[in-house]
Protein backbone atom coordinates (compact mmCIF):
# COMPACT_ATOMS: atom_id res chain seq x y z
CA UNK A 1 0.00 0.00 0.00
CA UNK A 2 2.83 2.25 1.07
CA UNK A 3 4.38 2.08 -2.63
CA UNK A 4 0.99 2.81 -4.10
CA UNK A 5 0.80 6.24 -2.44
CA UNK A 6 4.18 6.83 -3.62
CA UNK A 7 3.44 6.22 -7.25
CA UNK A 8 0.83 8.25 -6.77
CA UNK A 9 2.68 11.33 -5.40
CA UNK A 10 4.86 10.61 -8.32
CA UNK A 11 2.22 10.31 -10.83
CA UNK A 12 1.95 13.13 -14.07
CA UNK A 13 -1.26 14.57 -14.13
CA UNK A 14 -2.58 14.22 -17.40
CA UNK A 15 -5.86 15.22 -19.24
CA UNK A 16 -7.71 13.10 -21.58
CA UNK A 17 -9.22 14.14 -24.94
CA UNK A 18 -10.68 12.32 -27.82
CA UNK A 19 -9.32 12.83 -31.45
CA UNK A 20 -10.30 11.53 -34.74
CA UNK A 21 -7.67 10.51 -36.60
CA UNK A 22 -7.02 10.29 -40.32
CA UNK A 23 -4.23 7.86 -42.04
CA UNK A 24 -2.08 8.36 -44.38
CA UNK A 25 -2.41 4.75 -45.26
CA UNK A 26 -5.15 4.11 -47.48
CA UNK A 27 -5.29 1.16 -46.54
CA UNK A 28 -8.47 -0.15 -45.40
CA UNK A 29 -6.99 -3.24 -43.79
CA UNK A 30 -5.09 -0.48 -41.55
CA UNK A 31 -8.33 1.60 -40.61
CA UNK A 32 -9.70 -1.82 -40.36
CA UNK A 33 -7.20 -2.73 -37.20
CA UNK A 34 -7.59 0.36 -35.51
CA UNK A 35 -10.93 0.85 -35.65
CA UNK A 36 -12.47 -2.56 -35.73
CA UNK A 37 -14.87 -2.06 -39.09
CA UNK A 38 -14.17 -0.34 -42.48
CA UNK A 39 -13.88 3.52 -42.51
CA UNK A 40 -11.32 6.22 -43.21
CA UNK A 41 -11.19 8.03 -39.60
CA UNK A 42 -10.38 6.16 -35.76
CA UNK A 43 -11.82 8.44 -32.52
CA UNK A 44 -8.63 7.58 -29.90
CA UNK A 45 -8.15 8.93 -26.83
CA UNK A 46 -4.86 11.11 -26.22
CA UNK A 47 -3.61 12.25 -22.97
CA UNK A 48 -2.11 16.14 -22.65
CA UNK A 49 0.18 17.14 -19.51
CA UNK A 50 -1.17 19.55 -17.45
CA UNK A 51 2.15 21.86 -17.90
CA UNK A 52 4.04 21.95 -21.31
CA UNK A 53 7.71 21.31 -21.20
CA UNK A 54 8.62 24.25 -23.26
CA UNK A 55 6.59 27.27 -22.45
CA UNK A 56 3.89 28.15 -19.79
CA UNK A 57 0.80 26.68 -19.47
CA UNK A 58 -0.67 23.49 -20.15
CA UNK A 59 0.67 20.95 -23.02
CA UNK A 60 -1.16 21.47 -26.65
CA UNK A 61 -2.01 18.90 -28.70
CA UNK A 62 0.48 20.25 -31.16
CA UNK A 63 3.24 19.95 -28.44
CA UNK A 64 2.61 16.34 -28.06
CA UNK A 65 3.01 15.49 -32.12
CA UNK A 66 5.29 17.76 -32.11
CA UNK A 67 7.61 16.26 -29.04
CA UNK A 68 10.68 14.11 -29.52
CA UNK A 69 9.65 10.28 -30.33
CA UNK A 70 7.83 8.83 -33.47
CA UNK A 71 5.25 6.95 -31.35
CA UNK A 72 2.53 8.09 -28.90
CA UNK A 73 0.31 6.09 -26.90
CA UNK A 74 -3.54 6.06 -27.19
CA UNK A 75 -6.59 4.36 -26.60
CA UNK A 76 -9.00 3.14 -28.53
CA UNK A 77 -12.66 2.72 -27.56
CA UNK A 78 -14.86 1.16 -26.51
CA UNK A 79 -12.47 -1.44 -25.22
CA UNK A 80 -10.05 0.77 -23.53
CA UNK A 81 -7.38 -0.72 -25.47
CA UNK A 82 -3.54 0.60 -25.55
CA UNK A 83 -2.19 1.50 -28.88
CA UNK A 84 1.12 2.57 -30.17
CA UNK A 85 0.44 5.31 -32.96
CA UNK A 86 3.61 6.16 -35.70
CA UNK A 87 3.44 9.81 -35.44
CA UNK A 88 4.58 9.78 -39.30
CA UNK A 89 1.16 7.19 -40.05
CA UNK A 90 -1.11 10.22 -39.14
CA UNK A 91 -2.32 13.00 -41.55
CA UNK A 92 -4.38 14.76 -39.67
CA UNK A 93 -6.09 14.78 -36.19
CA UNK A 94 -9.42 16.53 -35.33
CA UNK A 95 -9.97 17.94 -32.02
CA UNK A 96 -11.79 20.43 -30.12
CA UNK A 97 -10.45 23.73 -30.47
CA UNK A 98 -9.56 23.83 -26.79
CA UNK A 99 -6.99 21.00 -26.82
CA UNK A 100 -4.91 23.38 -29.05
CA UNK A 101 -5.70 26.75 -28.25
CA UNK A 102 -5.84 28.68 -25.12
CA UNK A 103 -8.95 30.15 -23.61
CA UNK A 104 -8.58 33.65 -24.99
CA UNK A 105 -8.12 32.34 -28.14
CA UNK A 106 -11.22 30.17 -27.82
CA UNK A 107 -13.44 33.30 -26.71
CA UNK A 108 -13.04 34.79 -30.10
CA UNK A 109 -9.74 37.18 -29.65
CA UNK A 110 -7.73 37.32 -32.87
CA UNK A 111 -4.78 34.80 -32.89
CA UNK A 112 -1.14 36.02 -31.81
CA UNK A 113 0.74 37.07 -33.91
CA UNK A 114 0.68 36.92 -37.60
CA UNK A 115 -2.14 34.69 -39.09
CA UNK A 116 -3.53 33.59 -42.73
CA UNK A 117 -6.73 31.90 -43.90
CA UNK A 118 -5.53 29.28 -45.85
CA UNK A 119 -6.65 26.17 -47.79
CA UNK A 120 -4.46 22.82 -47.61
CA UNK A 121 -4.77 19.92 -49.87
CA UNK A 122 -3.93 16.38 -48.99
CA UNK A 123 -2.80 13.45 -50.31
CA UNK A 124 -5.85 11.66 -50.11
CA UNK A 125 -7.84 14.97 -52.01
CA UNK A 126 -9.18 15.75 -48.17
CA UNK A 127 -9.43 20.19 -48.33
CA UNK A 128 -8.95 21.76 -44.90
CA UNK A 129 -9.28 25.31 -44.54
CA UNK A 130 -9.11 27.80 -41.89
CA UNK A 131 -6.81 29.80 -40.23
CA UNK A 132 -3.20 28.75 -39.24
CA UNK A 133 -1.74 31.50 -36.42
CA UNK A 134 2.08 31.98 -35.85
CA UNK A 135 4.73 34.35 -34.80
CA UNK A 136 7.42 34.69 -36.75
CA UNK A 137 10.72 37.25 -36.91
CA UNK A 138 10.77 40.37 -38.89
CA UNK A 139 11.24 39.64 -42.74
CA UNK A 140 9.97 36.27 -42.27
CA UNK A 141 6.25 36.22 -41.58
CA UNK A 142 5.18 34.70 -44.67
CA UNK A 143 2.86 31.38 -44.83
CA UNK A 144 5.91 29.60 -46.49
CA UNK A 145 8.62 30.26 -43.84
CA UNK A 146 6.21 28.89 -41.54
CA UNK A 147 5.47 25.90 -42.97
CA UNK A 148 9.09 25.33 -43.37
CA UNK A 149 9.91 25.09 -39.79
CA UNK A 150 11.20 21.37 -38.75
CA UNK A 151 7.93 20.85 -36.94
CA UNK A 152 6.13 17.86 -38.30
CA UNK A 153 2.32 19.48 -37.16
CA UNK A 154 0.97 22.11 -37.61
CA UNK A 155 -2.95 23.32 -36.35
CA UNK A 156 -5.56 25.07 -38.41
CA UNK A 157 -8.76 26.72 -36.38
CA UNK A 158 -12.07 26.65 -37.88
CA UNK A 159 -14.30 27.49 -35.47
CA UNK A 160 -14.75 25.83 -32.09
CA UNK A 161 -12.76 22.70 -33.79
CA UNK A 162 -8.45 22.58 -34.56
CA UNK A 163 -7.47 19.96 -36.73
CA UNK A 164 -3.34 19.61 -36.52
CA UNK A 165 -1.93 18.89 -39.96
CA UNK A 166 1.33 16.38 -40.76
CA UNK A 167 3.04 18.19 -43.21
CA UNK A 168 3.88 15.41 -45.11
CA UNK A 169 0.55 14.80 -46.14
CA UNK A 170 0.33 18.38 -47.92
CA UNK A 171 0.56 18.51 -51.94
CA UNK A 172 -0.53 22.10 -52.49
CA UNK A 173 -1.75 25.30 -49.76
CA UNK A 174 -3.67 28.44 -51.38
CA UNK A 175 -3.42 31.74 -49.15
CA UNK A 176 -7.34 33.00 -48.97
CA UNK A 177 -7.08 36.97 -48.76
CA UNK A 178 -4.05 39.20 -48.23
CA UNK A 179 -0.92 37.44 -46.45
CA UNK A 180 0.42 39.64 -43.43
CA UNK A 181 4.16 40.49 -43.55
CA UNK A 182 4.54 40.17 -47.00
Known amino acids: MVLASLAAEYRIPKREISVEITLLSQSSKVIQLIRGRRGERAVVHLFLSERAQMRDGAERLSDLLNSPGEFLPAVEPPHKSVVLLNKDALMVLTASANAEFPAEEMS ?21 KGQVGFVMPEGRRRLVDFLNLPERFFAVREGAMAQLINKK ?3 RVSILGHEPGK
Open 169 to 171: AIV
Open 108 to 128: GAPMAGNGVQAEFTLQDGTQI
